[in-house]
């Protein structure tokens, strides 16, 4: 079975600095891996995936976010963070060709300073 | 266009009651899931439907938990005999067409159920 690690639980960036979370995935395969934003009230809203090809994929909201198999990650990235980009991140893996819906990491809280 | 619906919004109950939680999908969408999210977690995956049928119920945590889609369209998700235990927020989520694993999934704001 699939698992996600997310060693973050919270991070703090000023407004303005670059940002990088971190995503450590397990499966025996290539995965299907996923990036969602949860803000306080609102549902889950996907920021970017990656199935194949182009390791680099670009998301919404500029962020974008790297497969690495060596390592087996999935680091989001963002060059200059918001204020509104403050809020919950998640990663998550899909097994192909599975039917058991994704596996998510427990999440990391960005608090953006001013 | 409409994002998945999700009623009520938040529902307080007590222990050894039943509840009823509602999903409407993204017109269209075939596929519907159900999360469960405790605090502090990520969501957990409880059931996937394509269409009317469960097609992987291997989430769900006990036979406490049941759900159903009799339409192929709105989800209710039933709770018998609740436990203080299940107190978490009940995420639903649709795609247009279940493509093992690599479907854009969209997510409702989730039902807050608290039991005490």
């Known amino acids: 079975a699939q698992s996600v690690t997310q060693p973050d639980i919270h991070i703090t960036v000023s407004e303005g600095a670059s940002l990088e979370l971190r995503c450590n995935y397990s499966y025996g395969a290539t995965p299907y891996l996923f990036w969602y934003v949860q803000s306080p009230g609102q549902g889950l809203q996907l920021l970017l995936k990656?199935?194949?090809?182009?390791?680099l994929v670009q998301g919404i909201k500029g962020f974008e976010a790297e497969f690495k198999r060596s390592q087996s990650s999935f680091n989001l990235r963002k060059p200059s963070v918001h204020w509104s980009d403050a809020a919950e991140y998640f990663c998550a893996v899909g097994a192909p060709g599975g039917a058991d819906g994704l596996t998510f990491g427990k999440g990391t809280h960005l608090i953006i300073q001013p | 266009g409409a994002g998945v619906s999700q009623t009520p919004s938040n529902k307080v109950t007590e222990k050894g009651k039943y509840v009823e939680l509602r999903c409407d999908p993204i017109?269209?969408?075939?596929?519907l899931y159900w999360y469960r999210q405790s605090l502090g977690q990520g969501p957990e995956f409880l059931i996937y439907f394509q269409g009317t049928g469960a097609a992987d119920d291997s989430g769900l945590p006990n036979d406490r938990f049941f759900a159903v889609r009799p339409e192929g369209s709105v989800s209710t998700l039933k709770i018998q005999r609740t436990e203080r235990g299940d107190s978490a927020v009940y995420l639903c989520?649709?795609?247009?067409?279940?493509?093992?694993?690599?479907?854009?999934?969209?997510f409702g704001p989730g039902t807050r159920l608290t039991v005490l």
């Open positions: 989520a649709s795609s247009l067409y279940f493509a093992g694993g690599t479907d854009t999934q969209y």
């Open positions: 017109s269209g969408h075939t596929a």
């Open positions: 990656y199935f194949s090809g182009d390791t």
